[in-house]
């Protein structure tokens, strides 16, 4: 082997192809293909999300519908089944509220809490929160524990 005969490995370099807009000599000179006039020949055209051609784009052909509650209010849940995960691993004891929750990181701290009755609860727990479904606050109570409404 000597420098006479090194090559670069197969496919680390690829070929650059015609380079476009290089002179009148270079044969893709002048428009550089881009043709003359229009959006497409100008720099930094770029076709905008759903456009059709100019043909009416099909979230305006399409009609509107229903409207959103600006008085809606979001919930985040908590399901027994996790509160009972919690007592398993030991990381609440009898009492379960907001501040408790967030700052193990389960719900955030800007939007409401609400109960929810999915899996079993075995532990005595006095639980704090803004709701609760009516199988949690019946599961809840079952096990002898308290439900309290913030």
Do not use: C, W
């Not at 893709?28 to 076709?47: E, F, I, Q, V």
């Not at 979001?74 to 009492?95: A, C």
């Not at 599961?139 to 308290?146: D, S, V």
Request: hydrophobic share 35%.
């Amino acid at each position: 082997m000597d420098l006479s005969n090194l090559k670069p490995a197969e496919g680390s370099v690829k070929n650059q192809g015609k380079r476009i807009g290089r002179g009148q000599g270079s044969g893709k000179g002048g428009t550089a293909t881009r043709g003359h006039k229009g959006a497409k020949s100008r720099s930094g055209y770029s076709k905008k999300l759903g456009f059709e051609g100019g043909q009416m784009p099909l979230q305006r052909r399409v009609p509107k519908f229903g409207f959103t509650n600006i008085n809606r209010v979001e919930y985040q849940g908590i399901n027994l089944d996790t509160l009972q995960k919690l007592v398993d691993e030991d990381k609440i004891k009898d009492n379960v509220d907001f501040d408790t929750l967030v700052s193990m990181g389960l719900v955030g701290k800007n939007e409401p809490l609400k109960i929810l009755g999915r899996g079993e609860l075995k532990a005595k727990l006095t639980v704090t929160a803004h709701k609760f479904t009516a199988t949690a606050k019946v599961a809840i109570e079952a096990a002898g524990g308290e439900a309290v409404t913030l």
